[in-house]
């Protein structure tokens, strides 16, 4: 209620002031006073209604804790003190009678006024937050306004204000530009209306004072303006308050609205779970075993399915897309745990006279019997057994030295070379050429690198006669 009572008064001060203002000024003028005593009365008018109003703004500003409010507070308290100073009343004139200073405090309050006004449109529309762009337009010109309040100690007093007056004239121009691009927001509008209305007396005001009527309605109109912008700034403020003030009530609406809702359906819930208590704990049961067969199921099927895609069909080693995934993993842990990792690539020797005398079929029976060799040769749960391609086979031997590879390579070498493979009552004897290599944290060594080193030694022992093992250093590639 007391928020509400300041608003009621300040909007009652705000809209009586200029029309008592303009009622004194009827009755000087039926009075038919003199130009001075009627310009004292004005003035006396201004500064008591401009005090009531800083009062009431400091007042709303305290009651709403708006900062918006302050910074507004504080711009009709400078902007009063430049219609003042326009009007022949100094501060600084208590101090000095230096003509060059009393200049420089007229415009100094114009030019604060201005950057004041700025700070009031950057903290009113959050510009800083939602248009930083715009907000670095405020900074910069106003800088350039208190650049230009040392510059004015130089010029005469007429190119002093006129300078001030184009300045401010920009400077509402710009705020212009910044309140018509600011997105949807339901008070630029009135923010707007209202820059429009200043930047309209501004250039009547110029007019006034430059070509058509004298320095008292150049005067009197300041004050005018003032009074429909303080007028006009009221309303935005009061719309800004009242959008807040609904704004809040629809969302608390909207939150005891939820909170209703949710508890009918707690209500609801509650209600269903008294009735059939018994009933749905069965169901629950019942679903719950159903669950947890299906994931049993699916967990079966999820094995089988993995298994048949690592897995090689014919050889029952794992396949080469398992070992692109098991090389990548074992290098990394390598590298990482600073342990040595070995690959062997086998290769069946002259597998292709044995295709072309015995034919395909006796060609994968070998295949299937030298992959059972190898996975029984195979000790280590960690050593990985894989069908390359063809008659290519890979072992992926984590942890192992090149000794302890080159020793595997030779046995698995030996086993094919001393047992005879029995297809079709035929007794073939195979031999296999075994290429070598051992990765050893060697620096820029990708697990491409070790696979191609493991082929040249591969191909080395083809070379050399083939049945036999040879090693490759990493450094060779």
Not at 207 to 234: G, I, Q, R
Not at 289 to 310: G, P, S, W
């Amino acid at each position: 209620m007391g928020n509400v009572f300041s608003v009621i008064v300040f909007f009652l001060g705000v809209f009586l002031m200029p029309v008592a203002a303009w009622a004194q000024t009827l009755h000087g003028i039926t009075m038919e006073k003199s130009p001075l005593l009627f310009q004292l009365d004005l003035q006396a008018l201004f500064i008591g209604s401009s005090l009531i109003l800083l009062l009431m703004c400091f007042a709303w500003a305290r009651a709403l804790r708006s900062y918006s409010m302050a910074i507004l507070t504080l711009y009709f308290a400078i902007k009063s003190l430049d219609i003042l100073v326009l009007n022949g009343f100094s501060l600084l004139g208590v101090f000095t009678y230096n003509h060059q200073l009393l200049k420089t405090e007229g415009v100094l309050f114009a030019y604060l006024s201005n950057i004041i006004l700025f700070g009031f449109t950057v903290n009113f529309f959050a510009l800083k937050k939602y248009q930083l762009s715009s907000h670095q337009l405020m900074f910069r010109l106003s800088f350039i306004m208190a650049v230009a309040v040392p510059l004015s100690y130089l010029l005469d007093y007429a190119a002093a204000r006129l300078l001030a007056q184009v300045l401010t004239s920009i400077g509402l121009i710009v705020l212009l530009y910044i309140a018509k691009n600011i997105p949807q927001n339901r008070l630029s509008i009135i923010f707007l209306l209202t820059l429009v209305v200043q930047l309209s007396f501004n250039f009547i005001a110029y007019l006034f004072n430059y070509w058509l009527f004298s320095a008292e309605a150049t005067n009197f109109l300041a004050m005018l303006a003032f009074w429909l912008m303080a007028v006009m700034v009221a309303y935005l403020m009061g719309r800004k308050y009242y959008y807040h003030l609904r704004d809040e009530k629809l969302s608390q609406q909207q939150v005891v609205a939820s909170v209703k809702a949710s508890d009918l359906a707690q209500q609801k819930l509650l209600a269903l779970q008294e009735e059939s208590q018994e009933q749905l704990e069965s169901r629950v049961q019942e679903r719950t075993l159903e669950l947890n067969i299906a994931l049993q199921e699916l967990e079966a099927v999820n094995q089988e399915l993995k298994e048949k895609n690592t897995l090689d069909e014919l050889s029952g080693l794992f396949n080469r897309r398992y070992y692109d995934q098991k090389i990548m993993a074992e290098f990394r842990r390598s590298r990482r745990n600073l342990t040595p990792l070995s690959l062997v690539l086998i290769d069946i020797d002259r597998f292709k006279l044995v295709n072309d005398n015995y034919g395909h079929l006796i060609g994968d029976q070998c295949i299937i019997a030298v992959a059972k060799m190898i996975k029984s040769l195979l000790r280590r749960s960690t050593d990985v057994g894989c069908r390359y391609g063809g008659e290519e086979f890979c072992l992926i031997l984590p942890e192992t030295d090149d000794k302890g590879a080159l020793a595997l390579a030779q046995e698995i070498c030996q086993s094919v070379r001393e047992q005879q493979i029995f297809a079709d009552e035929l007794a073939i004897d195979l031999t296999v050429s075994c290429g070598v290599t051992t990765y050893q944290q060697e620096k820029n060594v990708t697990p491409e690198a070790i696979f191609a080193s493991a082929d040249r030694a591969l191909y080395k022992a083809k070379q050399a006669g083939r049945d036999q093992v040879q090693v490759s250093l990493l450094s060779e590639i």
